[in-house]
């Protein structure tokens, strides 16, 4: 593990700062159709993500609503 991160220092050391640039950070040239293509990536990314995380989270709660529901029909039927 030490070697490992004696390798990853030295990389850090030796290798060009542009390594280490996001690609929406990379070019000089904010306004050009890379980073327009870039910003619209990731608004889509993030609609998706957002879907299917809401999708999934809608599918959570009503499966504990369900089953809250049956556990007191079952309770109301025992009691009887």
Same mark, same amino acid.
Do not use: H, Q
């Given at each position: 593990?030490?070697?490992?991160?004696?390798? !990853?220092?030295?990389?850090?050391?030796? #290798? /060009? #700062?542009?390594?280490?640039?996001?690609?929406?950070?990379?070019? /000089?040239?904010?306004?050009? /159709?890379?980073?327009?293509?870039?910003?619209?990536?990731? !608004?889509? !990314? @993030?609609?998706?993500?957002?879907?299917?995380? @809401? @999708?999934?989270?809608?599918? !959570?709660?009503?499966?504990?609503?369900?089953?809250?529901?049956?556990?007191? #029909?079952?309770?109301?039927?025992?009691?009887?």
């Amino acid at each position: 593990m030490n070697a490992l991160r004696k390798i !990853l220092f030295a990389l850090a050391l030796l #290798a /060009p #700062a542009k390594i280490f640039a996001c690609a929406a950070c990379f070019g /000089p040239n904010i306004d050009s /159709p890379m980073a327009d293509g870039m910003n619209w990536a990731i !608004l889509a !990314l @993030g609609v998706v993500l957002t879907t299917v995380l @809401g @999708g999934f989270l809608t599918f !959570l709660i009503y499966a504990i609503r369900k089953s809250e529901a049956v556990e007191a #029909a079952r309770m109301a039927g025992t009691e009887n």
